[in-house]
């Protein structure tokens, strides 16, 4: 067993940990495999020493949910800080977290911190003005391991750094307090050490993508399936399966040299098992056993962040504010996006902080832009509400292409905009000179401008859905919510989002999961579509997805599959010309280089100027194994 740095020990289990602390040493469950053993004791041969009985800070306390207890003890008795138990039935309830205000640190096996059991706790926390971190791992060992690293006091005297690494722009920026961006390198910085690192990347909870490196939550040799089997066709510690190909470069969260790490990727923090896709494969479980002291992250896949979050989480670092106040500021930019509940989570000490605080106070996120006043609407009726309705969707995709150009998008919102003025120049034209065709023309040029809005799926490359969604609600605001069914896929509590334009636009629902992302966006005129789908998908193996449309449905549908990379291009795609009843749609996964992913089913109905977007989300599992047997 490799030799720990002076003041940790190897303890073989929770009750020896309890006994080196009575003896003034900080313990560490010795983990089964030598590797993680050997990377465990190199990494704290770089921190501080540990301090031991310095007492922890007021009202900071430590809870444990039912069934932690004994490892809940443990850090709390190796951090010097009150403990008590939380009942299942109080995760709702400010109170069972202890007086108001202060902090909590929350101790659970990973397993058990599902967003079923996350979210309350964390809006509980909110209400009761505690900041709140978590602190859990794979196992015990991975637990300890977590708590003796938050014994190290960092050197606040360092100059404030932070480095980010923006997969979104491939650029790499040093940040530091008062001074403009300085541009570095991917490999610069991932050959230094770093008080702080933050990652702005598309990804999931098991990847991110870097460019030249693909950050992969691969902990030990393989991938693994929840039946504990190995995974055929996932990670292994030569192959990442995003790339079969070996483009690019896995790296591990692990191997990252800082101390804090901001995880700015969708879903990044995700801890239950299979709220994602159904493997051990974990950006945010690795990191905990690596470098990192603190793991700061997304909780959720629907929060549609940009660069400001990650500067905004630099700048609340250097000037000193603690990491449980960095999550609560993150959640309350959250909220300002509309938002419901929390959108980070730290796993960490909430009471940690990088830097000594100075006189620069953390900066609030800006104000909601002023809210424009509401339009005379009753002067615009049925087909005049539907154009005004397709014209603000097509300006919210120009709005995003202003941001990021797309040739294929831009084409096909053109065509949009085309069929749109066409029908409003035939409407105008009838209130001038009513005649009997009129609403006829003004029906083909809205069945013309659906199919250029569902050729968007498989006319560019990333779909574009997001977009889309984006745009769908660009000129709404949310005026209250109500209660929905939870995930069918990952079981985290949802709701629905009801909007309403001061534009006199037609309003939305939307239905949205916190991990697995949007679900749902239509119009009342549009109601939600009857989607049977499987379990699973096998690649190379027919998928059959069952559409039911009620009666008086009519427009245009598009059935689109497309894997969790969304720049990979689409899998499948299927056109149908919509009539009541139900209707049987063949997709099929390619056989090869197609990554164990969750990958993504989008419906998307448009019927005359208006369009409803439904998406579901599928894991991709390998082909089941054969067995042959001799004669």
């Known amino acids: ?33 030598t590797g993680r053993a050997e990377r465990w004791a190199d990494i704290l041969h770089t921190y501080p020493a540990p301090e031991l009985d310095r007492g922890g800070p007021p009202d ?9 207890e004994d490892l809940g003890e443990l850090v709390a008795r190796t951090l010097g ?19 108001e205000g202060g902090s909590v640190l929350v101790v659970a096996r990973s397993r058990a911190l599902t967003l079923s059991v996350l979210m309350p706790l964390l809006e509980a926390a909110a209400r009761n003005n505690t900041l709140a971190g978590v602190l859990t791992g794979r196992d015990d060992a991975a637990c300890t391991f977590a708590a003796a690293k938050l014994l190290a006091r960092p050197d606040r005297s ?78 292994t510690s030569s192959v990442c399966k995003t790339d079969p190909a070996g483009r690019t470069r896995p790296l591990a969260p692990h191997a990252l040299r800082a101390r804090v790490l901001g995880l700015f990727v969708c879903n990044a923090i995700t801890l239950g098992e299979a709220e994602q896709y159904p493997s051990d494969v974990s950006l945010a479980l690795d990191a905990v056993e690596g470098h990192p002291g603190a793991v700061l992250g997304l909780l959720r896949g629907d929060l549609d962040t940009s660069g400001h979050e990650p500067r905004l989480t630099a700048a609340s670092l250097h000037s000193g504010a603690r990491l449980g106040q960095i999550a609560a500021l993150l959640d309350t930019d959250g909220h300002r996006r509309g938002i419901r509940g929390p959108s980070a989570i730290l796993l ?51 709005a995003s292409l202003d941001r990021r150009p797309d040739a294929d998008l831009s084409a096909c919102v ?54 889309q969604l984006t745009a769908a609600r660009a000129h709404h605001r949310t005026t209250h919510w109500a209660p929905a069914p939870a995930c069918g896929y990952c079981g985290a509590p949802r709701e629905f989002e009801h909007l309403t334009s ?45 559409v039911t449309f009620p009666e008086q449905a009519r427009g245009l549908c598009a059935v689109h599959l497309r894997p969790r990379s969304t720049r990979r291009g689409s899998y499948d795609h299927a056109d149908l010309a919509v009539a009541p009843g139900r209707h049987t749609i ?39 194994r054969t067995t042959g047997h001799q004669q």
Request: proline share 10%.
């Open 414 to 467: 053109e065509e949009m905009t085309s069929c749109r003025q066409t029908a409003l120049e035939m409407l105008l034209a009838a209130a001038r000179t009513p005649d009997k065709g009129w609403e006829e023309r003004v029906e083909e040029q809205s069945l013309q401008w659906g199919r250029a809005v569902l050729q968007i799926l498989s006319r560019t490359r990333g779909g574009a859905f997001s977009r």
């Open 60 to 68: 900071a306390r430590v809870v444990s949910l039912a069934g932690h």
């Open 1 to 33: 067993m490799p030799r720990l740095a002076d003041g940790y020990r190897w303890a073989s289990t929770l009750a020896d940990a309890a006994r080196l602390l009575d003896e003034g040493s900080v313990p560490v469950l010795r983990p089964d495999e």
């Open 158 to 235: 360092v100059p404030a750094r932070t480095a980010l690494l923006d997969g979104t722009t491939g650029l790499t920026h040093v940040l530091t307090p008062g001074r403009p961006d300085q541009r570095s390198t991917l490999a610069d910085v991932l050959d230094s050490d770093w008080g702080s690192l933050l990652v702005d990347a598309h990804g999931s909870a098991a990847h991110a993508s870097l460019g030249t490196v693909t950050l992969c939550g691969l902990s030990g040799p393989a991938e693994h399936g929840p039946d504990g089997t190995v995974l055929a066709g996932g990670c």
């Open 586 to 624: 063949t997709l099929t996964v390619p056989a090869t280089d197609t990554p164990l992913e969750l990958d993504r089913l989008w419906v998307v109905h448009a019927d005359r100027f208006h369009v409803a977007y439904h998406q579901q989300r599928l894991p991709l599992l390998p082909q089941p």
């Open 502 to 546: 001061p534009l006199g636009l037609t309003g939305r629902r939307t239905l949205r999961c916190p991990k697995c992302g949007p679900a749902l966006s239509l119009p009342p005129t549009l109601g939600p579509l009857d989607l049977t789908v499987p379990s699973t998908l096998r690649p190379g193996q027919p998928a059959e997805i069952h």
């Open 348 to 398: 960490g000490d909430p009471e940690q902080r990088l830097h000594e605080p100075d006189t620069i106070t953390a900066p609030a996120p800006a104000a909601p832009a002023a809210v424009r006043p509401l339009t005379d609407a009753e002067a615009l009726s049925g087909w005049r509400v539907r154009l005004a309705d397709a014209e603000a969707l097509e300006q919210g995709l120009y």
């Open 81 to 99: 800080r009150p403990h008590h138990v939380l009942a299942p039935a109080r995760l709702h309830d400010p109170g069972a977290l202890g007086p």
